[in-house]
């Protein structure tokens, strides 16, 4: 069955970087075909979008909260989706799912297919 496995979270201090990577399993996922995103959740709150990136590579959608420090990125060849998070701060701290849908990226959760997640912990 189609699946995504997620890694890269960790515990870090504020400043620093992380990157999460995104691994879609199944032969039958037609990653080429499906756009990505990352969602977060931290205790208390509802998931929210983090970034996502289109099936072709372009265009690539942020949160404002984490404009111009996160960077999404996609390698069709590896069926993988990277984050690449700098300047880390604690309110980064939350669950980072990876997540999976036909083609176009929204900044819903409207996503068929996603991962276990993976825990990103950022101290002062």
């Known amino acids: 069955q189609d699946e995504l496995v997620e890694s890269g979270g960790g515990q870090v201090q504020a400043g620093d970087s992380l990157r999460l990577s995104c691994v879609a399993s199944?032969?039958?996922?037609?990653?080429?075909?499906?756009?990505m995103a990352w969602f977060r959740q931290a205790p208390g709150k509802e998931r929210e979008f983090v970034s996502g990136?289109?099936?072709?590579?372009?265009?690539?959608y942020y949160s404002d909260s984490v404009k111009g420090r996160f960077t999404i990125s996609r390698d069709d060849a590896k069926r993988t989706v990277h984050l690449q998070m700098n300047s880390l701060k604690p309110d980064d701290t939350a669950v980072y799912f990876c997540?999976?849908?036909?083609?176009?990226?929204?900044?819903?959760?409207?996503?068929?297919?996603w991962g276990q997640g993976t825990q990103v912990t950022v101290s002062s």
């Open positions: 997540a999976a849908r036909w083609r176009y990226a929204i900044t819903d959760s409207r996503y068929d297919y």
């Open positions: 199944g032969r039958r996922f037609t990653f080429n075909s499906m756009a």
């Open positions: 990136i289109e099936w072709s590579g372009n265009p690539t």
